[in-house]
């Protein structure tokens, strides 16, 4: 069954003069086993967004509904959808408390009051998919460790809870080139290995055009757009209104079709681009 | 939601008493407090509640706000209330148990009560109509006469200023902090005293690096931008003393002399 976001609306301090309404009127379906990605600038409610699909936040009008259970009523019901959605926060290393990556990776499972033996093994698969090896860190301080192995025992702490769907808040901000690859394809594997329903939310065109199957795009708590990454690109004036650009691929294979050279302009891999342009320089060649 | 949570209370207006220098508040909300303390006939507490009633409706706070400020404050009332009532000598109009309740007593009762209210609305009244940063500058400049007797009035300024500037941030961290650990499954909210507070750890641990962090961010870049205490700083928003102050001088004194004058015919 997937997530619902039915015409949510959501203002913070209601009543005061700090009053804002972060979201207007937003209606999402999110499939299961889907991998959307959700862009828009600072400030265009999308991590508001993303905190009403565990129940965080609850609409001021509107209703959310995970499984078919509405997450602002009370009971098991709503207790246990919001439990099946992970939530990986930007910057998730400052919330590491523990004294060891083992035991800080254990907490989630533990509030989930599983048996001791399926915690270690969750533990230990959980540092295997971040690429952490246990034996080596699972009794280091986590405040020992980089950024980057931070972040990746963070976000181990998440996965450990094997979430059905998947909450990322820019998971690769901050982080070097390589490691953002690296967190990138653990993600899609994430997705396509074990099933996980994505939501990724990012600024980072490139990123999105190579992982999602859905786009969506805030500006100023309106969800102006929704739709697969072939016709979300190419939507010129959405994005400009969103604040966002087309990824460089998409850019760089428009101005080579401007030019004069026919190549078809959908690819959001480097190595489909390649493929797209060669395809079009032999087209041409033949037709010399 | 934390967030939620107005710090400093400061409401933002544009009304005469937000215009009035920071400074000329904090000055006169002394003399109304030693007003409130001086005069004790039922009149002055008329004119003065009269008073307090007209500056509120002048700050266009609304009622609402003000009224929530006394809040927490009740059960001080009502036990303040409840010790006079009974422990005053007097005519008694009651018996209940032990106690004598008296006319007298009432009599206290209510203008002990009406004092801690209006200590409370005026005092309020100054955070409401003064932005935090205005009046630790006020604050920095009226203990400037005492630096010459080693009182670090800058340094304390800046600290204040910096604690007032963290408050909203280290809030919204805790939020984040608190959200973050809520997804992994922690509940804050049921369970026994011992559970509620071993599950505050997993927030106040990561809360206290960060703001370690932050601290020493902070400093670093306050001394990359050659920060060395108050000697021979300037402001740049410098506090000026405009008609309105005069004016807000002079009407309280004409005030203060009123209230003098009643008390010595003796109404």
Not at chain 1, 7 to 14: D, G
Not at chain 1, 202 to 217: K, T
């Amino acid at each position: 069954m997937p997530i619902e976001i039915e015409n949510v609306t959501y203002t913070y301090m209601p009543l005061t003069p700090f009053e804002r309404t972060a979201l207007r009127n937003v209606s999402l379906t999110i499939e299961e086993g889907s991998f959307t990605a959700i862009a828009g600038h600072t400030g265009s409610g999308k991590s508001t967004l993303v905190q009403h699909l565990n129940g965080l936040l609850h609409p001021t009008t509107g209703r959310v509904m995970v499984d078919g259970a509405d997450l602002a009523a009370k009971g098991k019901a709503a207790k246990n959808a919001r439990c099946c959605v992970g939530m990986v926060f930007q910057y998730p290393e400052h919330q590491l408390f523990e004294e060891t990556v083992a035991a800080d990776i254990a907490f989630g499972p533990k509030n989930m009051e599983l048996a001791e033996d399926e915690i270690d093994k969750r533990v230990r698969d959980a540092m295997e998919f971040v690429d952490l090896d246990y034996e080596k860190y699972h009794s280091v301080s986590p405040f020992q460790l980089s950024g980057g192995q931070m972040r990746r025992v963070a976000i181990a702490g998440v996965v450990a809870l094997k979430p059905k769907y998947l909450v990322l808040d820019e998971p690769t901000a901050g982080l070097d080139p390589q490691g953002r690859e690296r967190l990138l394809k653990k993600i899609v594997q994430l997705h396509k290995k074990e099933k996980v329903t994505i939501v990724f939310v990012s600024h980072n065109m490139d990123d999105i055009a190579r992982v999602a199957d859905q786009v969506v795009f805030m500006n100023q708590g309106e969800m102006i757009l929704k739709d697969i990454p072939q016709r979300a690109f190419f939507e010129e004036e959405k994005l400009q209104a969103a604040g966002l650009s087309a990824p460089q691929l998409v850019k760089l294979l428009k101005g080579l079709r401007a030019n004069g050279l026919d190549v078809e302009t959908a690819a959001f891999t480097v190595e489909k681009g390649v493929e797209n342009i060669l395809a079009a320089l032999r087209r041409k060649r033949n037709a010399d | 939601m934390l967030t939620d949570i107005t710090i400093g209370q400061y409401f933002p207006g544009a009304s005469l008493l937000h215009r009035l220098d920071p400074r000329t508040k904090i000055i006169l909300l002394f003399l109304f407090i030693i007003d409130i303390f001086v005069f004790d006939t039922p009149l002055s507490y008329g004119l003065l509640s009269l008073f307090t009633v007209s500056l509120i409706y002048f700050s266009q706070v609304p009622m609402r706000m003000m009224i929530k400020s006394i809040k927490p404050l009740w059960w001080i009332l009502l036990f303040t209330f409840l010790i006079n009532l009974c422990s005053v000598s007097g005519e008694a109009f009651a018996h209940i148990w032990i106690f004598a309740l008296t006319w007298e007593g009432l009599r206290q009762a209510v203008f002990i009560c009406l004092r801690l209210i209006l200590l409370i609305l005026l005092s309020s009244l100054l955070t409401f109509t003064t932005s935090p940063l205005a009046l630790t500058d006020a604050l920095e400049n009226l203990m400037g006469p005492f630096k010459r007797l080693g009182m670090p009035a800058h340094e304390l300024a800046m600290m204040m200023t910096i604690a007032l500037r963290f408050v909203p941030t280290l809030i919204e961290e805790t939020d984040k902090i608190m959200k973050a650990q809520k997804s992994r499954g922690s509940d804050f909210s049921s369970g026994s005293l011992l559970h509620r507070v071993k599950s505050l750890i997993p927030i106040l641990v990561p809360l206290f690096i960060s703001a370690f962090r932050r601290a020493d961010e902070l400093a670093m870049a306050m001394e990359a931008r050659c920060y060395r205490g108050g000697v021979g700083r300037t402001q740049m928003k410098a506090l000026r003393i405009t008609t309105i102050d005069y004016v807000a001088y002079g009407a309280s004194l004409l005030f203060a002399c009123t209230l003098v004058g009643l008390k010595v015919i003796g109404i």
